[in-house]
T-cell receptor
Framework: EAQVTQNPRYLITVTGKKLTVTCSQN?????MSWYRQDPGLGLRQIYY???????DKGDVPEGYKVSRKEKRNFPLILESPSPNQTSLYFC???????????FGPGTRLTVT | GQSLEQPSEVTAVEGAIVQINCTYQ??????LSWYQQHDGGAPTFLSY????GLEETGRFSSFLSRSDSYGYLLLQELQMKDSASYFC?????????????FGQGTELSVKP
């Protein structure tokens, strides 16, 4: 089944404790993105990647890192999480830049 | 800068037709997409318009007018399951590969 998977689905952590949210797709898509969703603010792009080893900042990249060492994986790293990073996070992939995006199920992160 | 405007809420009755508008301001416009999101779930792709005119997919249609920087999503024969948030999105091509910018979403409530 074609899908985007994210782990963990739910995470409660404390300020400053490094964490990684994994994202993997099995559709051989070149384009992958991370978004955060907050009430009243919609979906905001954090980072995107056009292919292996090619990443670029989205609208809200501060406090986040990403890497794209393999085509299928695009982890999101929070080196020192803060409470303002409490949010619902989505990973997405698409075959092309203009293609339909397939979203993962989401990761609900709470930073206390 | 880039911005998209869509109504925050729309209410309609089952069986009716509803139109959700989206106006945008971007650099290097390259198509308007629509996504549906049920409460807390993953957004799912509905349609994409690269050229002016109407695209129809079953009960859903999407329209684009590039000269007016305007598009809309038309939902016909509304069903209770259509109650969800609907997001328009455009890609900004000033940045290579393009950031994807989402509107803040329109919450559609379908009443019996």
């Amino acid at each position: 089944e074609a899908q985007v998977t994210q782990n963990p689905r739910y995470l409660i952590t404390v300020t400053g404790k490094k964490l990684t949210v994994t994202c993997s797709q099995n559709m051989n898509h070149e384009y992958m993105s991370w978004y955060r969703q907050d009430p009243g603010l919609g979906l905001r792009q954090i980072y995107y990647s056009m292919n292996v080893e090619v990443t670029d900042k989205g609208d809200v990249p501060e406090g986040y890192k990403v890497s794209r060492k393999e085509k299928r994986n695009f982890p999101l790293i929070l080196e020192s999480p803060s409470p303002n990073q409490t949010s619902l996070y989505f990973c997405a992939s698409s075959l092309r830049e203009t293609g339909e995006q397939y979203f993962g199920p989401g990761t609900r992160l709470t930073v206390t | 800068g880039q911005s998209l405007e869509q109504p925050s809420e729309v209410t309609a009755v089952e069986g009716a037709i509803v139109q959700i508008n989206c106006t945008y301001q971007t650099s290097g416009f390259y198509g308007l997409s629509w996504y549906q999101q049920h409460d807390g779930g993953a957004p799912t792709f509905l349609s994409y318009n690269a050229l002016d005119g109407l695209e129809e997919t079953g009960r859903f249609s999407s329209f684009l007018s590039r000269s007016d920087s305007y598009g809309y999503l038309l939902l016909q024969e509304l069903q209770m399951k259509d109650s969800a948030s609907y997001f328009c999105a455009v890609r900004d091509y000033i940045h290579q590969g393009g950031k994807l910018i989402f509107g803040q979403g329109t919450e559609l409530s379908v009443k019996p």
